[in-house]
């Protein structure tokens, strides 16, 4: 166990990291919350921020803790996370972060951090330092999660076509236009709700390892809950506009029943996840939705080749950050962390 004097100045610059990670979080993925409300018309951006930004706050008073115990106990047994694990796992998931950002990637910064954490950790202790459980869970939910999303999307489009087929498509649009704030309110609850707490569940595992809070606890402290919200909701109010624009409109056009549609099916999904206390993506979420809705319509309406590259960027999203969890885990080992120890 690391002294106390040490531990506070490393648990100082992680918490800070992690906050990072979190506004991150917001910025990288408030696309998923806004984009469809954007492109559609609904909403103009500055709003359409504002908007979400409220909502994934307000998260706080609706979901229990479920996922932050997955993240914070569930994926690494808790005598292997020290400081370094906990370092590396962040630079894993921020640089990639970072990367797919740039390049308008709508990955997912929910299955970053989880790589990081265990890129870091078998760094450490090998794949035995796993919980099994934890990381099956996850898996499979990065395929349940679109799939679900495009289930439910599509089968809401088609029922709301068929419900509203003999009414004016002005009216149809006026009524959608309204109800879409009502699919993007809860969408952005769902992600403030799951997103959130992957940030609370990392701070919680690192007060673990470092003795500030016991493992028996069943909450983490109550500053941790109110600063990672209030971090991802100052995320998604400057907004990931690179990514709106991919999301919005580049895989299918989408008009306001589509947007509703793509959001509330999203939206049950993220709900059902984080009841269960699964870290799910919701860009993974929104986009298999999206697409969902334009399936529905008709195949061609999808570009298939554009939702294919974004495939392939979930595929390697945590083998990347864990990858790069790796490196920064033996950096902190033989330098960072030690220099910082050192100094005093």
Known sequence: METVQTALWVVV??????????????????????????STGVLKPGQAVVFAAFFNVAAIF??????AATIGKGIVLPGIVDTHVVFGALVGAIVWNFITWYYGIPSSSSHALIGGIVG????????????????????VFIFVSPLLGFLLG?????????????????????????????????????HGGNDAQKTI??????????????????TPPTWVILICYTAIGLG?????????????????????????????????????????????ST??????????????????SVRWGLAGNIIWAWILTIPASAFVAAVAYWISKGLLINNLSNSV
């Not at 609706?62 to 996922?67: C, G, K, M, T, Y």
């Open 13 to 38: 610059v992680l918490v800070l990291m992690a906050v990072v990670f979190d506004f991150m979080n917001g910025f990288h993925d408030a696309a998923n919350s806004i984009a469809t409300v954007v």
């Open 62 to 67: 609706i979901f229990h803790l479920s996922v």
């Open 120 to 139: 870091a950790a078998i760094s450490k202790a090998g794949v035995g330092s796993l919980i099994s459980v934890g990381i099956i869970k996850t898996v």
């Open 154 to 190: 599509s089968v809401m489009m088609i029922l709301v076509s068929w419900s509203f087929r003999n009414f004016r498509p002005l009216k149809v649009d006026k009524w959608f236009r309204r109800w879409q704030l009502v699919s993007a309110g809860a969408y952005s609850l769902g």
């Open 201 to 218: 569940g990392i701070i919680w595992m690192l007060l673990i390892a470092t003795g500030y809070t016991n493992v028996t606890d069943s």
């Open 236 to 280: 998604t109010m400057f907004g990931g506009w690179r990514i709106v624009k991919t999301m919005g409109q580049k895989i299918t056009k989408l008009k306001p029943v589509g947007g509703f549609c793509a959001e509330t099916g999203g939206a049950i999904t993220l709900f059902l996840a984080t009841a269960l206390g699964v870290p799910v």
């Open 283 to 300: 860009t993974h979420t929104i986009t298999g939705a999206i697409v969902g809705v334009g399936a529905s319509r008709r195949a061609s």
